[in-house]
């Protein structure tokens, strides 16, 4: 599919072409690429927010914008959290607001509250929070209450563009762990990130936006092999990998395969077990 933005004026840019994207059930696919790539645009396609202007989005058989009486299905199955969250809010009160979602699907109001409670705790948010203002709130509470007020709709897929940016590490971390869970529980998870550490842990599959086409797709751990080629693209491989390459270019035997923390203490043992380094001591 392609997209273009405003087509026709003189200004109109062309945000996406030739994407050919295709994701499974049950997949974590991280979406990086540099700023202005493509990547809001592509994941607004996921949920209709904005339809193509060439080609297809299909979401099982939903062809994404020529089926109006399917968009309410589709806005069921795929919920989508805005990269930035005060465009999301808008109820009088953040209970509201979180009870929105749900509030549009026919559930019975206890089954509401469970919804609105569970999605608070899941993001980590106060119930004090709960009947103020949305606008009074922090940024980072602002994007919490995004994050619930679409995790409470319990879709089927989940689309996150920027889902833990202005948020402390311990916030952050908490969000992560809990979009995982869900992962493992058969949510599909989309992720738009500029985190490459965060995506490194979590996504099974990667999705390099450059220019706004896919400038590199495949498994995690061998997308995060082509160091080179995401370097010419403005981006990095983890920290961790980058931290085994300086090793190795100073000379130890180690691999530079690998996309987590406990993932390298594990090849550092390795190298340590096979007598491969000494330790120099006193004579
Ligand atoms: N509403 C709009 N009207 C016109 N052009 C737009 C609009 N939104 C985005 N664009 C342009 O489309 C291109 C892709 O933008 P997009 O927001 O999808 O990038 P992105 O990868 O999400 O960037 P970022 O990392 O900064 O969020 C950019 O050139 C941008 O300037
Ligand atoms: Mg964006």
Redesign the pocket.
């Known amino acids: 599919m392609s997209y273009i933005?405003?087509a026709g004026a003189p200004w109109q840019?062309q945000?996406?072409q030739g994407i050919n994207l295709r994701i499974e059930d049950g997949e974590f696919v991280g979406i990086v690429?540099?700023?202005?790539?493509?990547?809001?645009?592509?994941v607004q396609h996921l949920n209709g927010l904005i339809l193509p202007t060439g080609g297809k989005v299909l979401v099982d058989d939903i062809e994404v914008g020529t089926d109006r009486r399917r968009m309410k299905e589709l806005r069921r199955k795929v919920g989508l959290v805005f990269?930035y969250p005060e465009q999301q809010l808008f109820e009088e009160t953040v209970r509201a607001d979180i009870a929105f979602g749900p509030g549009n699907m026919e559930l019975d109001p206890d089954e509401i509250d469970r919804r609105v409670e569970w999605a608070c705790e899941a993001v980590g948010l106060e119930s004090e929070v709960l009947d103020r203002s949305p606008f009074e709130l922090s940024g980072g509470q602002m994007r919490r209450v995004a994050i619930a007020g679409v995790l409470a709709m319990k879709c089927q897929v989940l689309v996150l563009?920027?889902p833990t940016a202005g948020l402390d590490p311990r916030g952050r971390a908490a969000i992560l762990n809990q979009l995982k869970a869900l992962n493992r529980s058969g949510m599909t998870m989309i992720m738009?990130s500029?985190s490459i550490d965060d995506l490194a842990k979590l996504a099974d599959r990667i999705v390099v936006?450059w220019e706004?086409r896919i400038g590199m797709q495949g498994e995690t751990r061998e997308v995060f092999r082509h160091f080179d080629q995401l370097q010419k693209m403005s981006l990095d491989v983890p920290q961790i990998a980058q931290i085994m390459l300086r090793l190795k270019e100073a000379g130890l035997p180690v691999t530079t395969d690998v996309l987590t923390v406990d993932e390298a203490a594990e090849a550092l043992a390795q190298v340590f077990r096979e007598g491969q380094i000494c330790c120099a001591g006193p004579a």
Request: charged content about 25%; aromatic content about 4%.
């Open positions: 933005y405003d840019k945000a996406l690429g540099p700023t202005g790539s493509g990547k809001s645009t592509l990269q563009d920027e738009v500029h936006m706004g």
